[in-house]
Structures are given as C-alpha cells and as structure tokens.
C-alpha cells in the first residue's frame, strides 16, 4: 500500500510539522547514507530500523504527531523525519530508477489535483479533533467570524486560512492529519475545523479567487446595526472641539473609561487607535517633541471612519473593521523567526529613552512580526544604534538578533502583530546566526517584482479603516541594479534609485537621524558596492507619484547582512552630494498644505480657531479645485461654511468629512 500523505511532504513541510534543525540533520543522514532500513507493511505502516537499535513507526491515518520512536526525543525526531526521506527516495526510485550518488529525489506536487479542505466532512473533523474542541469551534461559530482563505499557489501549495487569533495550513492533500497551525498546542485543535468551514464558505462565494476575505457563522457581523463605538465617537469629537491645547488632565479619565468600553467589547482596531491618541495628548502635555497634531488629526479621522465603514455599506465586513474577532494575544507553538533587521528610535520617557524594534519574518504565516525594547539613557551618556546593538535581548544581543533569526517555544503574539518572547527556563529562546535563506522568504514577504508589488499595495483598502498591524509593509527587495545615489546636504537626506530583476525602478530614501549617526553612510558604502555586490534591501515600503520608495532596513551584501541603525559611525563621513531624486509634485504640496490646516484645527479646537485660519483654508480648497481635486475642496468649503462663533456637531462632521477625504487622497497619490 502507498503512502500518498508521505509523498506529498515536501522539505517546507517537514519543517512546519518539526523545526528546520531536524529537518536539516535528517536529510545529512540520509544523503551519507546513515538512515534507517525501511519496511512497510500491508496496511501501510511504514517502519524504520536504525542500526544502534532506534525503531521508529509511521501508522496509517494520522500524522507525524501519532508516530513513535524509541529515542529519548519528546515529540518529533530527527529519526521520524529521515524515515519519510527515506520512503519518499524508494517510492521515486521504484519509477524513475534508482538515484545516483548525490542526488536527491522529489515528492509530487501537491498542487497537481485540485482540492479544497471545504471538503472535509464535519465528522471527520470531529473524529480529529474530539467532541470538546469541536463543540466549542461550534460556539465560535455560531457567533461569528472573518478570515481570509489563500488557495495553492505555485509559490506556497499549501492552501491556508487567516483567522482572527492564528493562522491554519493544510499541508497535505484531504490528509486532516497533516493540518499545522501557529496556536499553542492546547487551544490549535479548536481552529482546525473554523478553518475548513472559511474554506466552505470560500467555495461558495468566490470559488476561482485565489485569495478572499469571508464571513463566516450563522450571526456574523454582517447585520451592520451599529458599531460600538459611541464613547469614542464622542471623546474625539469633544477632542476635535476643544482642541488639545485645551485638553487637560481630567480628560484622562474619559480616556481611561472609552479604553475599557473598547477593550470589553472586543473592538481592538480603535482602542490601539484611542492607545495612540492618549500617547499623543501625554506627549503634548510633557512638551515632548514627538508630538504631531498631523497624528491627531489622523487618529480622529480613523475612529469615526472605521464607525462609518462598520455601521454602514462598505464592502469590508465589520469584524474586520473593527478588529473584534482578533485574540488580544496569541501564545505561538515553537517557532523560527527571521530577522529582516531592526529601527531604533527615540523613546517617550526616562525608562525607554531609545526604542529598538525588531522585525521578524514568520515564515509559516508570511507576516512580520514586530519585537520591541526600550532602553533607558541620560543626558550625559546618550545612547546610539550602535551601542545598543551590545544590549541583551531575547537570549543574546541586539545585533545578534537583527542579523539572524530566533527559535522560540514562548513566543506570544498580539493582535497587532507585536511579539514577545516568554522567558520560561523550559522554553529559553536560541538566537541563531545569519544563514542567508533570505532567497527562501515567503513570496509574499520578498519582492521580485516591483510593479507587481505596487500594484497590490494600490488595491488595498484605506489605511483608515485596514487592520492596525504594526509592520504591514516592511519587505526584503530583491536588488537587479543599483542606480544614481545622491545626498542631498540640506534634507540631511540619502536618496538612491534600485531596480529589480526585470528593471522596475524604486527609490530608496533615508534621512539622518542622530539616534542612528552611522546608519546613512553604511548605506552608502553598501549601495556603493564597498563590500560586494548589494544582493537585497529590507525596509518599509510605501507607494508614491507611480512607484515605491522604500525606508530601508537592513542590505544583504554578498553573505553579509548590514543592519543600518546599528552600525558604527558617527555620521561625519563624506557623502557625494547630489541633485534629488525625489521632485516636489503640485498635487502633492497642495494636499499636504490640507492636511496641515485640518491638523492646525484639531490642534486649537474648533471653537478656538485663529483669525486667519478661514482665509487660509479659503485659499487651499481655491488651490485643490484648480489642480482638478474638486471634491476635496468641496469638503474644506462646507467646512468653512459651518465654522462660526459656536461651531458643534455639524462643524465636527464636516471635518472629518474633510480629513477623510484628504486622507485618502493623500494616500492615493
């Protein structure tokens, strides 16, 4: 009898049902011919006999989790993994004749039949995972939930689901003993049969897409009767009237009870939203030079637009609007993350005056995920990115961690994509050196193609009313070419143009910042070729004016990973001046000029407005309508329109109105 499921593992596979290590050690074993003799009986039970007396079983109908070894591993082995290889090489050589010293054979595709896990049949999956766990995905049903489904692609065959609180693979075909996901092991078997349901509904609704986002249970959100987000409407919009100037500490407590309104209601996208906006009037009251009245502006907007978006027609279903099926935390099986490097910033008080965050690629799920630490520093020895790289973190250094990758069983996830590592001594994470498999990041994470990227990135929904993750387009590049580099003295600014393999172009950009006084001239030097040719760049991507500027990260130069914000230097090195790569755009200047008088507003209040402000605002929507943006100077006429001695709700409106619009405006350009 042949073992289909034993066939279909593929190396990725292997690695998401073990770890890469096992997989890694199995595989040198089996290519030096020191693997296990083979026997497979009638009903299919592979068994494996090694020669120091290891014996390992594969049974029928059940995964890796049901095989048995007798070495001393707890859980998956390095024994259990060679068998498969070892199955998967006689089964290949049974048709295609035996292989030649150093080759290696392969499974089949998976991809090649058609499938969908809707196809499971709720008995078996409640033969899975047992009447308990599937009564209670029962009850998540019944209540109601998004996730996004992504059929097999060339890139990733395994077909997988998105849900609120983790991710769900199918990694072998109509095999349910095969399924891997990213939850704790005590709560995962309750989220397998959530996922084959998503795939039901997938089927139904959009059978040819290869990615759609559905609604799923018998009262899901799609009701629309309301949002939940009445204290929070009124606590911006009193905000919004009163300005933060006259915002004072009383209004803490509003705050404090809007969180907690938030917070029980499950609404997580606006109480990170209402979070920021606290963090924003902390800053305004301390005279800390982080605050931005443009930040404000935006988070107001964002509260009362994600309300619009759940309450009424949007295309959007509001859980995912509102973030309410999210798990405010997610405890991750044992995972490897790799790092794409880190960005180090000035913190907000004496306990975290310098803030690193490290962002890390969860391969199984193609998301970055974000760690982030604070450090304290004094005026007399103030910190830089190059000193913190010394720093510990997660079981070894800041640098170490930025320019490898982490194995973790304690990783904890939140819902917005922050992680934490637990520091349980049974569960201590192991920090590895750069390998470079940069190559082998998720496809979705590594960008071959730049217009294609661009393209994705326009067909997103508005940032207003997406979910708040924090690292929703950090990216590695492929780098073809390096272009034109130039620094530009007065900006304090380095700009250089990249091209990807087919010869799309995407201007990197980097500014100083005296946190990080090496960071722009090892970007020179790399961009420059000064160690090798520049292979990747990973930073943050936003799309501008027809292309993508990339804030970078970290640059891959030949085997050598170089994390920017730590490297050594203290930024009085000679750098080639230039012209700009980036030139103003009209459009761009005039939305900006917008935007800033909609921040100015909701920084005085709009019961405090300057004399001057209706002139000015006058003379931007006369500016807007002359470059064509009619409706958005509308929007700032019926504001001025109601703007008077004692403006209220109405005035509250049509600014938001107004700062919506030019949001997405700002957005779309």
Known sequence: MSRADLLALTPDSLTALTNRGLVKRATREVEEAAGPTLEVSADGTVTGAYPDGVRVVLPTGAGLESATCTCAAIGACRHMVALVLIYQRQADALTSGPAGPGESTSAPDPTVTAWSPGEFTDEALRSLVGTRAFDAARRTLRTGFTARVRR????????????????????????????????????RDRFIPLAVWAFRVADEQAPDAEEVLVEVGERSAGTRAGSGLGPALRLTEEILLDGIVHTGTAQAATIARVRRDLDAAGLRWPLLAVDELAEQLDRYRSRNARYRPETVAQLIAEVHARHRAAAGRASHPPAWVLGTQEAAS????????????????????????????????????????????????????????????????????????????????????????????????????????????????????????????????????????????????????????????????????????????????????????????????????????????????????????????????????????????????????????????????????????????????????????????????????????????????????????????????????????????????????
């Open 152 to 187: 097999p692609t060339g890139s990733d065959p395994a077909p997988s689901v998105e849900l609120p609180a983790c991710y769900v693979r199918f990694l072998v075909p109509r095999e349910l003993s095969y399924v891997h996901t990213d939850a704790a092991d005590r709560a």
């Open 330 to 669: 997610t405890t991750l099986r044992q995972v490897r993350l790799i790092s794409l490097g880190c960005r180090v910033t000035e913190g907000t008080g004496p306990e975290a005056e310098r803030i690193a965050d490290v962002y890390l690629v969860h391969p199984d799920t193609a998301s970055v995920l974000v760690l982030r630490r604070g450090w304290g520093a004094s005026d007399d020895q103030p910190l830089t990115g190059a000193e913190l790289g010394h720093r510990r973190i997660g079981g070894g250094t800041l640098s170490m961690l930025s320019a490898g990758s982490v194995v973790s069983a304690s990783a904890v996830r939140s819902a917005s994509r922050m992680v934490r590592l637990g520091g349980a001594r049974a569960a201590r994470s192991t920090i590895l050196p750069y390998d470079d498999r940069w190559a082998e990041l998720p496809a979705a994470l590594l960008v071959r193609d730049l217009a294609e990227e661009y393209r994705r990135m326009r067909e997103l929904p508005p940032r207003l009313i997406r979910p708040r993750v924090a690292a929703e387009f950090v990216r590695a590049v492929e780098i073809g070419r390096v272009g034109k580099v130039g620094y530009l003295p007065g900006d304090q600014r380095l700009d250089a143009i990249i091209e990807d393999p087919a010869g799309t172009r995407a201007t990197i950009s980097a500014s100083y910042r005296s946190v990080c006084p090496g960071a722009l001239d090892a970007l020179a030097e790399t961009l420059g070729g000064a160690h090798g040719e520049p292979r990747y760049v990973s930073g943050i991507l936003r799309r501008t004016r027809g292309e993508i500027v990339i804030d970078p990260l970290a640059v891959v130069v030949g085997s050598k990973l170089v994390v920017l914000d730590l490297a050594p230097g203290d930024g009085f090195g000679t750098l080639d001046a230039g012209e700009s790569i980036r030139h103003s755009d009209p459009l761009e200047a005039a939305v900006e000029v917008a935007l800033s008088l909609l921040a100015e507003a909701a920084h005085h209040g709009l019961r405090r407005l300057p004399p001057t402000f209706a002139s000015r605002l006058a003379a931007a929507a006369a500016t807007l309508a002359q470059l064509g943006l009619h409706r958005a100077s509308a929007c700032l006429d019926d504001l001025a329109a109601v703007l008077g001695p004692d403006p209220g709700g109405a005035a509250a409106a049509s600014w938001i109105d107004a700062q919506i619009r030019l949001g997405v405006t700002d957005e779309c350009l």
